[in-house]
């Protein structure tokens, strides 16, 4: 398929258009016109750009690319060696930060609720990409760290009485530890998220709602790998996850 295919279709399919996001949605580095072979990865480091043009991609996708809002705009260092290497390969960088996080199928907010037995009931949060729901089936906060484990492959870090029962639950792909007041607020027994900071240990403790940091990377894995998985079977191109493991 071409290039500017792929990119309208994508940006359809997650209707990139209506977030107002912190980076550029879509095409941040062109390269060939034609597209064969799709790479995807949580984010667009040097280890992935050399993995993905060393199997051959024609483009890679991800969620985390570049151009951040506030970042220095200056092309050098690692930001000249990563779009030297890009450029050099003709291959293709495409990104989508916030619409990935927040699509009801390949999201990665949907992806993580399936894959750990969350079950959405409606959303909170920054353009609604934060979600609320029941856990299937209620289990002990021990239970459901041990099911994290297994499922995303990396112990998480967990605030709060293990032997608690969790049936309610919010949950937010990355960095969203903002957001754990106001999950405690929907009437939640835990929150799950990427990373965690100082005060939400202390908003744990005195609110008795558990905080479950799983990791950054770990839980934002799913998206990218579905909307990859979503594109080969539309489209018959040929689609390959990597799984670059960080320990954030």
């Known amino acids: 398929m071409l290039l500017n295919e792929l990119r309208d279709y994508i940006g359809s399919l997650l209707d990139a258009g209506r977030f107002s996001d912190y980076c550029p949605n879509g095409v941040q580095v062109e390269g060939r016109a034609e597209v064969r072979k ?5 984010t667009a480091s040097q280890r992935l ?4 043009t060393a199997w051959g991609a024609d483009a890679i996708l991800v969620h985390h690319g570049y151009f951040w809002r506030g970042e220095d705009a200056a092309i050098t260092g690692i930001r000249k060696h990563r779009l030297a290497h890009l450029l050099r390969h003709d291959v ?10 927040a699509h009801a199928e390949v999201g990665n907010n949907a992806q993580l609720g399936k894959c750990l037995g969350m079950v959405e009931r ?6 609604g990409i934060a979600c609320y729901g029941e856990l299937a089936p ?12 297994v499922a995303l492959q990396r112990a998480p870090q967990v605030i709060g009485d293990g032997e608690r029962i969790i049936r309610r639950i919010a949950w937010c792909s990355g960095a969203a530890q903002g ?3 106001a999950a405690a607020g929907l009437g939640v027994d835990a929150f799950l998220t990427g990373e965690i900071s100082e005060q939400n240990v202390h908003v744990a403790n005195e609110t008795g709602v558990a905080f479950i940091a799983a990791g950054h990377h770990a839980t934002e894995r799913c998206g990218v790998r579905a909307l990859g998985e979503h594109l080969a079977a539309r489209f018959g191109v040929e689609h390959r996850f990597f799984d670059l493991d960080n320990p954030v």
């Not at 750009?49 to 993905?52: C, F, I, V």
């Not at 293709?92 to 996080?101: C, G, R, V």
């Not at 209620?138 to 484990?149: G, H």
């Open 49 to 52: 750009l050399d993995a993905a």
């Open 92 to 101: 293709s960088l495409l990104a989508y930060h916030l619409p990935l996080d």
């Open 122 to 127: 409606g959303r909170f949060g920054e353009q």
């Open 38 to 42: 799709i790479a995807s990865g949580v």
């Open 179 to 181: 957001y754990f007041e």
């Open 138 to 149: 209620a289990q002990t906060l021990a239970q459901f760290s041990a099911r994290i484990a």
